[in-house]
């Protein structure tokens, strides 16, 4: 079965870095767009970031763009999200997932706070 696996996140000051990763497991990684996401306290879970199959291609939501910036590797099965120049509403619950969508995992949480 689909299996997710999210890690990386702590706690931050304003304008530091964090990198997640997401190893997945239970299907063909390679061949599956993958995204990540995120969820702010009491809102609702937003799209944050897109790679391609083969990693050549990748999209950010308008908020994050020239900040974070997604990468896979497909002899892993993982795929990254690096973050700097973090900001407090960067805060909140990130989780990966592949287009079509498969199981959630548990998600890692970033908290961005001096």
């Known amino acids: 079965q689909v299996q997710l696996v999210e890690s990386g996140g702590g706690l931050v000051q304003p304008g530091g870095s964090l990198r997640l990763s997401c190893a997945a497991s239970g299907f063909t990684f390679r061949i599956y767009v993958m995204n990540w996401y995120r969820q702010a306290p009491g809102k609702e879970r937003e799209l944050v970031a897109t790679?391609?199959?083969?990693?050549?291609?990748?999209n950010y939501v308008d908020s994050v763009k020239g900040r974070f910036t997604i990468s896979r590797d497909n002899t892993k099965s993982t795929v990254y999200l690096q973050m700097n120049s973090l900001k407090p509403e960067d805060t909140g619950v990130y989780y990966c997932?592949?287009?079509?969508?498969?199981?959630w995992g548990q998600g890692t949480l970033v908290t961005v706070s001096s």
């Open positions: 790679i391609s199959s083969a990693g050549g291609s990748t």
């Open positions: 997932n592949r287009r079509p969508l498969g199981a």
